[in-house]
């Protein structure tokens, strides 16, 4: 698809006073957001992260200072146009129920007045981008949607006028942990098609640390702290404010920087039900590393592990007989949250699975362990790389 | 049970029933638009809220009768007119606070995404509060339309009353009970009439608030 890029945004020296207020909410803050890139803001309840963020589509507008897209003043638009170019996500999704998915994903098309047929086309294409098949989905009510799919739609929604900025406030805050991993992981994949220009607030470090190419993080009253790429702020804390919010565990954090598919895969040996026992202990006999093969269905979805000691004997392999419960990792997912699902598992092995639960092939808890000894140099890496971008 | 005066007067209890069911289409229009207007009046100036609800709550709490007395000396007996103030003030309790409470309870997130997605404020009511309302609207229309069905038969004491004039001047000022029994009935089947007409209207104008079905 042929969507704009992301445009950049930056805050210029931008106060945001409430009146009857003595202490400010956003202080003096200067950051730019290079285009294309995930800027979380992240801090303390109190430290105007969302404040900030809504002064870019000025939902909140600011006291001083000022704010340009693409470096337009935000201020030279009428409110409403404005926000009609910026796209909007937030926690509880706020989709309208009298309207269905197909209708909700063609809110800003329609305020927009596009034609008809470019809205509709554009509803499938952005459905499926976003994973729902537009078939059944289309028509659909959003009282009839789980939390995760009217999350996705309120992706698809925010991205239907086609964007250079969206903002997102706790867009996953609302759901629960597991399938927060799928959705940002989902949404990463996402990001990397469409490139857009993203302020993104949470409250939750790890969070940041996974999904920003840049974090800012803002202390009570608006005060920027520290602006870096995640691995920087990890290495070099600027103040002991940052090295408390980041946390103690630093060093197990860093394992957020890398990803699943940063890690040597090993091919998993896979047997489907029915096949012979002989022939399947013969091919697991073949890989030093493994003692299990995995057991998998017709889609090439993991059902459980068959332990090399049940395959003695001829006939063929008995599906009940597999062990459940393989934790299943995507490429996307963090090294951090990889380990602790690993963790948790009798055969401390990982399935790796792309974004539809088909087996690309396995980790193990050793190659974890074998990256954390070594990540300081990646990311002293990294620091250098943002030295050199700066002035 | 007079069977033969039913079959006799077929004629005069048809052109009551339409004179009740007028008398209550004609209350529950005009008590509508009043109460929308006090809606978004009310929306647009909070204070207002307060004292417009207080005064339709008074209105409401005023018995009926002593509010014909009250009126016939300015607009005269047998006049609809005297019949439809009385009508349409009770409406307009019911239906102000059920437009209130219907947009009160737009949820919040909803507000917000659509402020977000640049919906101007009045395509943001149209468009959306008002849409999302509707079936607490709906509600109210209910409650109001069975409640006047009842209280249209109370406007035979001022020569009106639809099929109150046959409960009132035939059948309780002659000691006829047929007549009140075939008025109480029709009133009756009128109020689940019209309530009825109205859950089939809300399930219509409402698909999405049905509860969700599998999966």
């Not at chain 2, 009740?20 to 204070?47: D, E, K, Q, Y």
């Not at chain 2, 639809?162 to 000022?173: A, E, F, S, T």
Request: charged content about 20%; aromatic content about 6%; some cysteine.
């Amino acid at each position: 698809m042929q969507d704009a890029a992301g445009a950049v945004v930056a805050f210029e020296h931008v106060t945001k006073r409430y009146p009857g207020s003595d202490a400010p909410a956003v202080h003096d803050l200067s950051l730019t957001v290079p285009a294309g890139e995930i800027c979380v803001l992240v801090g303390p309840s109190g430290c105007g992260k969302t404040t900030s963020m809504k002064m870019v589509n000025r939902l909140i507008e600011p006291t001083s200072g000022r704010i340009t897209i693409g470096g337009e003043d935000v201020m030279s638009l009428p409110a409403v146009e404005l926000r009609r170019r910026i796209g909007y996500v937030i926690q509880q999704v706020g989709l309208f129920p009298h309207l269905t998915i197909g209708d909700n994903v063609a809110v800003v098309p329609k305020l927009l007045r596009w034609k008809a047929s470019r809205i509709g086309e554009r509803v499938n294409e952005l459905l499926e981008l976003v994973g729902l098949e537009p078939g059944t989905y289309r028509s659909r009510y959003p009282n009839a949607l789980s939390g995760g799919e009217r999350q996705r739609v309120g992706v698809a929604r925010a991205l239907a006028a086609d964007p250079p900025v969206m903002l997102m406030d706790e867009p996953f805050g609302a759901v629960d942990p597991i399938r927060r991993d799928r959705l940002q992981n989902e949404f990463l994949r996402l990001q990397e098609q469409v490139r857009k220009t993203i302020v993104f607030v949470t409250h939750d470090v790890d969070e940041a640390i996974k999904m920003a190419d840049r974090i800012a993080i803002l202390q009570r009253g608006g005060i920027l702290a520290q602006y870096d790429t995640p691995a920087a702020i990890l290495a070099n804390p600027a103040s002991e404010f940052v090295e408390r919010f980041v946390g103690a565990d630093r060093g197990l954090k860093r394992l957020s920087l890398a990803r699943v598919r940063d890690l040597d895969m090993i091919e998993a040996v896979t047997v489907r039900a029915g096949e012979q026992r002989g022939d399947v202990r013969a091919r697991l006999d073949r890989v030093e590393e493994l003692t299990y093969a995995l057991l998998i269905d017709d889609h090439d979805r993991a059902l459980g592990w068959i332990d090399q000691h049940d395959l003695t004997g001829g006939g063929p392999i008995d599906p009940d007989a597999a062990t459940p419960g393989a934790p299943t990792v995507e490429p996307e997912t963090t090294l951090r949250d990889a380990l602790s699902a690993l963790l948790g598992s009798s055969v401390q092995l990982g399935v790796v699975v792309d974004g539809h639960d088909r087996v690309l092939g396995l980790v193990s808890v050793d190659a974890i362990g074998e990256r954390l000894r070594a990540p300081v140099a990646a990311a002293d890496g990294e620091l250098h790389e943002v030295g050199e971008a700066l002035p | 049970m007079d069977w033969s005066w039913i079959a006799r007067n077929l004629d005069e209890i048809g052109q009551r029933t339409l004179e009740h069911v007028l008398l209550t289409v004609i209350a529950v229009v005009i008590g509508f638009a009043i109460s929308f207007a006090l809606a978004l009046l009310i929306r647009n100036h909070r204070w207002l809220h307060a004292p417009v609800v207080g005064v339709s709550g008074v209105l409401y709490a005023i018995p009926s009768l002593a509010l014909f007395a009250f009126l016939v000396p300015f607009t005269g007996i047998q006049n609809p007119l005297t019949a439809e103030i009385a009508l349409v003030s009770y409406t307009i309790l019911i239906l102000l606070r059920n437009i209130l409470a219907g947009l009160e309870a737009v949820p919040r997130d909803v507000l917000e995404a659509a402020d977000g997605m640049g919906y101007t404020p009045s395509q943001r009511l149209w468009r959306v509060e008002l849409p999302v309302a509707l079936p607490v609207i709906v509600a109210g229309l209910r409650i109001a339309t069975v409640t006047i069905i009842g209280l249209v038969t109370v406007t035979a004491l001022i020569g009106l009353g639809g099929l109150g004039y046959l409960i009132v001047d035939v059948g309780y000022r002659r000691f006829f009970l047929t007549a009140t029994i075939v008025g109480s009935v029709g009133a009756v089947l009128l109020a689940v009439l019209a309530d009825r007409a109205f859950v089939v209207l809300q399930r219509t104008l409402t698909p999405w608030a049905r509860p969700r079905a599998e999966g």
